[in-house]
């Protein structure tokens, strides 16, 4: 539906509209407002990245929003430009189509499913079958690995038992106001609502499903008559593990499975699984409960592999436990266990035999335990063979789940394994330690990390130098984070920024990028020097003098999740379809609508193109000249005229035909002023001008008509927003910026050209003006006399900092191009204006002076 809309839309011709100054400005509020809520979305979709266990159905969503307000803020951009911008319409539909298509795998099922046969089940279905249902649904149909035939009993049928049973309101007033620090309420409560469940009755309907699921398993070759009833919670074995919270029972008849059904249910209360939600902030209705029924195996042995030894992450090794019997004395440590340490890579095993007195059997109904045969006991519960075989199995399922997995199995009186159950292992976000390490390494600056690990290298300060000069393995410092910083993203060893936001276009792509960053320093250029080697946590945000190995040895085994099974490779494609960025120089002729391949590229040109719409408002403003105006009363020596577009002017002066600077109350236009009224700027009078300067004015003025002394200026303004373009008799300024409390809003542009001297007297006033604005932190391009330059996405008191210094820069300037004689004059004003002293240029012979002083300055 949205495609056919988009394609009408685009089709669609509209009328020729007059100039509305108004609703120009608001579409271009309106703009920024879907570019932040974008950016919002943005971040809610790394942070579901960084997860082990990706919500399906909930990342569906969030992908429909995202392709949804693309389209919104094509539109917002095409309404401000008139449809300047209609190609993007083309690139976006090819995009969403790909996406779409992509997504069109999760589109959702029938949610009335009550039981699912294990080899119709996937990933996808984890929202129905919970996470341990889904992973051996995957075990099964995809890898074709040994394990036990079954069905899911899924969450809608536990959503119908407890409607059936009318026991929402019970469980949620029992719940209320529960604190895991009291252990006897809970426990009062825990027993109170597994004994209701237990009482419960099974909906007609679901006791139909349920018969009918046993039926189709017991048409299975060789099916036993017995199964085991296990717990599959939504959520359980995925980014929380559940390990051990429920019940599971074994052995169980066709007669005894209603009642092991209701048992596994009602585990879902047991104090141990109520505490353990409490203390992760999860709420009961978050985590409805499926139950696994798999076919009991009669197992001479069973066990647990770690495919990571968790005590020694970084060696090469796994670990195998195993006992004789079934695993379910294994998992809960109740016995002694063989273990045994296997080489990853190579044909060793390090065995470790123990004492097995008792082991755990099937009995008659149920399970019952017995003494292991004395000449059993100290025997190895495992052959090389099945170990060989084991480590096999293993390393396919931490390779297909794209981490390392706690795998549970069992081996029948045959010697065949069998897969029961395999979960993500922790044990790699359990050296990841919530607070920095004991370290004699002084800490230089705290920030924000962005998630991205750790990182040590020297210093490069990059402060206006050119980005091939970066080199390979070194710590980027910045003053403001850019997306020109993703050209070397891939040969830096990290990133530290002064300032910084996470929602920002950098940070987006130093997450992807995996590039540990620490955002938000504020004087890290300041106080670092270049070549000073440190380390950067990137998770904590702690920047540490010189190499701290405690903190490298822990981040570098935080991997990424291994993008390799169907859902992970299915959710890259999706993400290298949205988050890269490839537009990032606005100056190259690649930045363009056809050359957006991702979401993030279309974004990053819209909101480039809004902002230099903006900066040519004032332009048509003076070209009409059809606005309500009121005269701003100053010292300028040309009129100045006022243009509110809501909110830029107090409420008492709007009405008034002439008012005063303090009348206005737009946020950039005061930041403006209080440079341009500084006491040591002056806007009437001559400077120290010399001979050969006034008389290139004077043979300009005879020659050429580019600038009439007086000409009116124009400032639109509203509250956060302001347009201004001064025309001082040969010369032309224009500031174009946004100041606001949203960092990613802010900008100022400003353009400079024009002067009364020869053109080489204007090229070096323009290249004093760049010196000038390169130490503000401003980005610039000059061309002879025209400069154009930017400073954005700083915080509101930053950016009101430049505009105040811009105001004074242009009274400081507005007749310098006569005493530019040579380039040693340029860089003279630009160290005047440096020192703040303005005013010296008013006196006579003031060059001669400071040629002096500089000269006595070096001597000494």
Wanted: with cysteine; net charge positive.
């Amino acid at each position: 539906m949205l495609n056919l809309f988009a394609f009408f839309r685009k089709k669609k011709k509209k009328e020729r509209k007059t100039f509305d100054l108004t609703q120009k400005y608001y579409s271009f509020k309106n703009l920024l407002l879907t570019n932040n809520k974008l950016l919002d979305l943005f971040g809610q979709l790394q942070k579901k990245m960084g997860k082990v266990y990706i919500n399906i159905p909930l990342f569906r969503s969030l992908l429909y929003k995202i392709l949804d307000t693309t389209f919104d803020l094509i539109q917002n951009l095409n309404e401000f430009t008139d449809d300047k911008y209609r190609s993007l319409y083309d690139v976006f539909l090819q995009l969403d189509k790909k996406i779409r298509d992509l997504l069109e795998v999760w589109k959702p099922i029938s949610l009335e499913h009550l039981t699912i046969p294990l080899t119709e089940i996937n990933i996808y279905l984890t929202v129905l079958v919970g996470g341990k249902a889904a992973h051996l649904g995957e075990v099964k149909t995809v890898l074709n690995l040994p394990m036990p035939n079954g069905f899911a009993i899924t969450t809608t049928a536990f959503k119908k038992f407890i409607e059936f049973n009318n026991l929402k309101d019970v469980i949620n007033q029992e719940l209320s106001g529960l604190s895991p620090e009291d252990l006897a309420k809970v426990d009062i409560v825990s027993q109170k609502l597994e004994s209701i469940i237990k009482k419960g009755r099974i909906p007609p309907e679901l006791e139909v499903a349920i018969n009918k699921a046993w039926s189709d398993l017991s048409k299975q070759s060789g099916f036993s008559g017995r199964v085991a009833v296990r717990s599959s919670a939504y959520g359980e074995d995925a980014h929380l593990s559940f390990a051990g919270q429920f019940m599971s029972v074994l052995n169980v008849d066709k007669q005894g499975l209603i009642d092991a059904y209701k048992e596994v249910l009602a585990s879902k209360y047991c104090s141990r699984a109520i505490n353990y939600r409490l203390q992760k902030g999860i709420k009961d209705e978050e985590m409805p409960m499926a139950v696994l029924v798999i076919e009991m195996i009669a197992a001479k042995a069973a066990g647990v592999i770690y495919t990571r030894n968790p005590n020694h992450p970084q060696e090469d090794t796994m670990l195998i436990t195993s006992s004789w019997g079934l695993g379910e004395y294994v998992v809960p440590g109740k016995i002694s266990t063989d273990y045994f340490q296997v080489s990853r890579t190579k044909e060793e095993i390090i065995s470790h035999i123990a004492k097995k007195e008792k082991m755990l059997v099937l009995g008659k109904e149920g399970v019952e335990e017995k003494e292991v045969p004395l000449e059993e006991q100290e025997k190895p519960s495992l052959t090389v063979e099945e170990i060989k075989l084991l480590k096999q199995y293993a390393l396919i399922l931490e390779d297909y789940f794209g981490s390392p997995q706690d795998i549970e199995y069992a081996i029948d009186k045959d010697h065949k394994i069998f897969i029961l159950q395999t979960r993500p292992l922790k044990v790699l976000a359990r050296t990841v330690s919530e607070t920095p390490p004991q370290t004699e390494n002084k800490i230089l600056l705290k920030g924000m990390g962005i998630g991205t690990g750790a990182a040590t290298g020297p210093v490069f300060i990059l402060n206006g130098r050119n980005l091939n000069e970066v080199p390979e393995g070194a710590i980027l410092v910045v003053h403001h984070g850019s997306p020109e910083l993703t050209a070397v993203m891939s040969r830096v060893a990290g990133i530290i920024v002064d300032l910084g936001n996470p929602s920002g276009h950098m940070a987006t792509v130093a997450r992807e990028s995996r590039v540990p960053t620490v955002l938000g320093t504020d004087k890290a250029t300041s106080i670092l020097k270049n070549g000073q080697i440190l380390t950067i946590d990137g998770d904590s945000g702690v920047v540490y003098e010189g190499r701290v190995e405690a903190i490298l040895k822990i981040k570098q085994e935080t991997e990424p999740i291994a993008i390799k099974n169907p859902e992970y490779k299915r959710i890259k494609e999706i993400i290298d379809l949205i988050m890269p960025l490839n537009l990032i120089d606005p100056r190259s002729a690649s930045f363009s609508p056809k050359h957006c391949k991702t979401i993030h590229d279309i974004i990053r040109f819209i909101h480039e193109m809004s902002i230099q719409e903006m900066f040519h408002l004032g332009d048509r403003v003076v070209s009409t000249r059809r606005f309500k105006v009121v005269k701003l009363i100053s010292p300028l020596p040309v009129p100045v005229f006022m243009i509110d577009l809501g909110g830029g002017i107090s409420e008492g002066a709007a009405k008034k035909k002439a008012i005063k600077p303090e009348d206005v109350v737009s946020i950039p236009f005061q930041a403006l002023w209080r440079g341009m009224s500084h006491p040591r700027i002056r806007w009437s009078g001559p400077i120290g001008v010399n001979i050969q300067g006034f008389m290139s004015v004077l043979m300009r003025s005879m020659t050429g008509n580019e600038g009439q002394l007086g000409e009116p200026s124009y400032a639109i303004v509203s509250k956060e927003y302001l347009n201004f373009n001064i025309r001082l008799a040969y010369h032309y300024s224009l500031i174009d910026t946004y100041c606001s409390d949203i960092v990613n809003n802010n900008y100022i542009n400003f353009r400079f050209f024009g002067g009364g001297a020869s053109s080489d007297r204007r090229s070096l006033r323009a290249k004093c003006i760049e010196e000038i604005l390169k130490n503000l932190g401003f980005t610039i391009i000059r061309e002879g006399d025209l400069i154009n330059a930017w400073f954005k996405k700083y915080p509101r008191k930053r950016t009101e900092e430049r505009l105040d210094m811009l105001g004074r820069l242009m009274g400081f300037t507005r007749q310098i191009d006569m005493l530019m004689e040579n380039e040693q004059v340029c860089y003279a004003f630009a160290d005047i204006f440096a020192k703040g002293e303005y005013d010296v240029i008013y006196q006579e012979g003031f060059l001669k002076r400071y040629e002096r002083n500089q000269k006595v300055s070096k001597g000494s």
